[in-house]
Structures are given as C-alpha cells and as structure tokens.
C-alpha cells in the first residue's frame, strides 16, 4: 500500500528530512528559520528585499533576537540558506508565510503582502506540501483569501496539499520566552492539515496547541492582542483617573496587583507601539463591520491609547509652565524611541507622535536611545544624542518615553524637570 502524503510528511517530519521554506524572513521568520534548523531541519528562507537575503547568506543577523553567531552557525552547516527566488517554492515540503500585515492609510488591513505570497506559492504548488500562514490577520483570511488560490492548481486540500493558519507569538527582547518555549497554536482546514502542521512544528516548538479550524487560530491572536490593548486602554484611563484625583496611580496599581486572584497587572505609559497592538485588533473591528457589527471595546481602546501621547506632552507643557518657560524654544530630551524597552524597533512607536507634537509646540527636540542610533520617519529625520551630565542639565526638560535598561537613571535624575511616562525614576511619583 502506497503512503498518503500526510503519513510521507509526517514520517519526514520525524527523521528531519522535510525541507523548509519560509516565506518573509523578519523579526518573526527568521528566529522561527533559526529554530527549524536547530531542530534538525534544513531550511531555505524566500524574501523579496536583496538586503535580507543577502545577510541572512553572509551569516550576518538582522534580527536582535537571533545572534549573528547563531545563525552563522546554521548557514555555514549548511542548514539555513535565503533566495529571492521564488519559483524555488516548489522544492520544500512545507512552506510557512510570515509576511507583513500592516494597515492602509484608511487603517483597514492591508493583505497585500498575503495575496503575493499565497500567489507565488500557488504558482509551484505540488502534492505533499502543506502550506503555514503565521502572519496576522482577521478570521478568514487562510480558507477564504488562501484555499481558492491554491485550490486552482486542481489539488484537493487535506489529501493532495495541506493548509493551516498558526498565529506568531514572537514577543521581541522578552528574556524568557522565545519562539521554541511559547507554545504554538494551529489550525487546519481539515483535521489532518492540523496533524500534518503539528508534527513539522513539533520537533521545534516544545508545546502545540491545536484547535479546531484556523478561524479559531486566527482569532486566539487577535484576541490575545484585543485584550492587551483594551486592559492597556484601560489602565492609562485609570492613569487620566487618578491624576485627576490626585492619586499616585502607581501606588494603586501595586495594591491591587496584591490580590492573589482575579487581577493582572498591566501599566499607564506614553500608549502603545509595535506592528502588533495598535495594529491587530483592527483587522478584527474591520472584519466585524463588514458583518454589521461595531466593536466598542477594541475602539474605544484605541482611541484612549492613542491620545496618550498629547496627555504626556500636556505634562511637559505643564513643567515647563512650573519653571516659568515657554514650550516654544524650550529644549526637550526625550529617552527612548523604540516603542519598548530594550529592542530596537521604532514602528508605531508613541516616541514618534510625542516628538512631533513637542515639534508642532516649537520645542526643540533631541532623543538618546541606546539602541537606535539614528532614525527616518516621515518628515523626522534624528539621530541619537550622548547620554552625558551635560545633555540633560542642558534640557528643560527631560521626557522619559522607553525605559531601556542600560539608561543610567540616577544621572537622568539631575534633570531640571522630568515627565517620567513610565514610572521609572523610582521614588518619584510620575508627573
Ligand atoms: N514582529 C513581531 O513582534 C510580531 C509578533 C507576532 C506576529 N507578527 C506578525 O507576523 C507577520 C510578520 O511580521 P514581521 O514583524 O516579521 O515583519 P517584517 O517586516 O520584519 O518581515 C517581513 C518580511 O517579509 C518580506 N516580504 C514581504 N512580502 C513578501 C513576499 N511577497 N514574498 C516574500 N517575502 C516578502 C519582507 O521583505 C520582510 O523581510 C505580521 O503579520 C505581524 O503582524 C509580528
């Protein structure tokens, strides 16, 4: 009796000979590259942009979460390797797409990126491939945007080919937990997709978690992100809230944390950053309004997360105000421009709309951010100035905006006046 293509993947999945393709190798497919091939895999990675590929070919890493000696290890072994070449897709056996998912100006998804992937692959696609969308997306995308395209080929799902949607979790510079310790959720399009996607990820991943459809998998990810936006959104209210009150919001917070049950701590801070938070939960307020449906909490959320940064520049306004100053001609420093500690991503971040509109008040902005030394946003243009004694006496006033690690914070302290957005300079209440 001949093997069906789900027992020839699966049996190759085992002893490690299926080859990888992974479709757009950022900050989530290339550390998802890197724990393919310590898995024991062979993986070649597909990327549009010659740059990427040509670092990832030289061993050179431009993820911060995969060292550079990493992966060099795995492309001298011969194990990890990048093309451009797309018609190339034909030759792995399981291609997983990580492309990017990003808003359009009118801030309805933008699926592009998913449409050319799912295009290219459809172009190659042969029996005994089963195909992994991991980027973000509504519920739908993978059986109503993906199936048809790669249904055109005459190839019958779940026999023939196989596919599946398993959300990223990748959290960038968080210590502990990586693409191989969080567990992995997956979807299929019928049960044995699942099962073929569970045992290509399993020798790389230490838990899956399956589930029943990949609608079901597309929204695990989106609530996971609706709900941190909404409880961030929440907090930085509470924040409004108690400086209103003239309540130290800090204090409340460590006292309700106390509450062994039915709490979680989130933290107020200068509003949300990331090609995640400000961005998912949209995909799901489009998708419901297209079926008639608006969804408050996700909204309204959003909008108290995005007011944040004119809250914390009305702060600066007012230590400017206390120190007899104008905002116009004053000199601001602002810490950190990355949209979280310790990484180096300035996407979305709140960094930006902070100096802007410091900017639009005729302030005279600088920034120190350990990890980005220079950065082209729009009309910004900045670069990185010295941490010194000097450059923050020199300011008016000084706005912590990313509380990076390697900050010293007994010398920002010295400032004249400090807007601590994120309750950092401990023993000061945040102003
Ligand atoms: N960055 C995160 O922390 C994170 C976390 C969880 C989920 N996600 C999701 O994962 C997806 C990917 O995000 P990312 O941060 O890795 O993006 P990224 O911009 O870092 O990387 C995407 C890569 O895809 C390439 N690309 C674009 N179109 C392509 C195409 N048609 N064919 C081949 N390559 C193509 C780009 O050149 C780029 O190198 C998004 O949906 C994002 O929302 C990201």
């Known amino acids: 009796m001949t093997a069906t293509h789900e027992q020839t993947l699966c049996a190759k999945a085992k002893d490690r000979s299926a080859l990888i393709g992974i479709v757009g190798m950022g900050y989530v497919g290339l550390p998802l590259a890197a724990e393919m091939a310590d898995a024991g895999y062979t993986v070649v990675g597909f990327d549009v942009s010659q740059r990427v590929v040509d670092l990832i070919n030289a061993g050179t890493s431009h993820v911060q979460d995969v060292p550079t000696e990493?992966?060099?290890?795995?492309?001298?072994?011969?194990?990890?390797s990048a093309t451009t070449d797309l018609s190339r897709m034909r030759e792995p056996d399981c291609i997983v797409i990580a492309v990017p998912t990003p808003l359009s100006k009118t801030r309805d998804p933008d699926v592009s990126y998913i449409v050319a992937a799912t295009e290219s692959v459809a172009k190659t696609l042969r029996t005994g491939q089963i195909i992994v969308l991991?980027?973000?997306?509504?519920?739908?995308?993978?059986?109503?945007?993906?199936?048809?395209?790669?249904?055109?080929?005459?190839?019958?799902?779940?026999?023939?080919?196989?596919?599946?949607?398993?959300?990223?979790?990748?959290?960038?510079?968080?210590?502990?937990?990586?693409?191989?310790?969080?567990?992995?959720?997956?979807?299929?399009?019928?049960?044995?997709?699942?099962?073929?996607?569970?045992?290509?990820?399993?020798?790389?991943?230490?838990?899956?978690?399956?589930?029943?459809?990949?609608?079901?998998?597309?929204?695990?990810?989106?609530?996971?992100?609706?709900?941190?936006?909404?409880?961030?959104?929440?907090?930085?209210?509470?924040?409004?809230?108690?400086?209103?009150?003239?309540?130290?919001?800090?204090?409340?917070?460590?006292?309700?944390?106390?509450?062994?049950?039915?709490?979680?701590?989130?933290t107020p801070g200068p509003g949300v950053g990331g090609h995640c938070i400000p961005l998912d939960p949209h995909y799901l307020a489009w998708k419901m309004r297209t079926l008639n449906y608006r969804t408050r909490f996700i909204e309204l959320a959003g909008e108290i997360n995005?007011?944040?940064?004119?809250?914390?520049?009305?702060?600066?306004?007012?230590?400017?105000?206390?120190?007899?100053?104008?905002?116009?001609?004053?000199?601001?420093?602002?810490?950190?421009?990355?949209?979280?500690?310790?990484?180096?991503?300035?996407?979305?971040?709140?960094?930006?709309?902070?100096?802007?509109?410091?900017?639009?008040?005729?302030?005279?902005?600088?920034?120190?951010?350990?990890?980005?030394?220079?950065?082209?946003?729009?009309?910004?243009?900045?670069?990185?100035?010295?941490?010194?004694?000097?450059t923050v006496r020199a300011a008016d006033c000084v706005v912590i905006v990313t509380d990076h690690s390697a900050i010293d914070y007994a010398m920002v302290g010295q400032a004249r006046a400090v807007v601590d957005t994120r309750h950092i300079l401990t023993g000061r209440a945040p102003r």
């Open 70 to 80: 990493r992966l060099r290890a795995f492309v001298k072994a011969g194990k990890l």
């Open 134 to 266: 991991e980027s973000t997306t509504y519920p739908g995308t993978t059986r109503e945007l993906m199936l048809p395209a790669l249904e055109r080929s005459g190839l019958t799902v779940g026999k023939d080919f196989f596919l599946a949607f398993s959300p990223e979790r990748v959290d960038p510079g968080n210590p502990k937990f990586n693409t191989r310790n969080t567990p992995k959720v997956v979807g299929g399009i019928t049960a044995a997709c699942t099962r073929v996607a569970e045992a290509i990820y399993a020798p790389a991943i230490e838990r899956m978690v399956p589930v029943s459809s990949p609608e079901a998998a597309e929204l695990v990810k989106l609530l996971e992100n609706t709900f941190r936006s909404v409880n961030i959104g929440l907090v930085n209210e509470m924040a409004i809230v108690c400086d209103k009150l003239g309540v130290d919001v800090w204090e409340v917070i460590e006292a309700a944390a106390s509450k062994p049950f039915g709490f979680m701590k989130f």
């Open 306 to 390: 995005a007011e944040m940064p004119e809250y914390w520049v009305t702060k600066v306004v007012d230590a400017l105000n206390d120190a007899g100053k104008a905002a116009r001609g004053s000199s601001i420093l602002v810490l950190g421009v990355a949209y979280k500690k310790d990484i180096d991503d300035i996407r979305e971040s709140p960094a930006l709309d902070i100096i802007r509109l410091l900017e639009r008040r005729g302030a005279h902005v600088a920034y120190h951010d350990p990890h980005i030394p220079e950065f082209k946003e729009d009309s910004l243009v900045m670069r990185s100035v010295p941490l010194t004694v000097a």
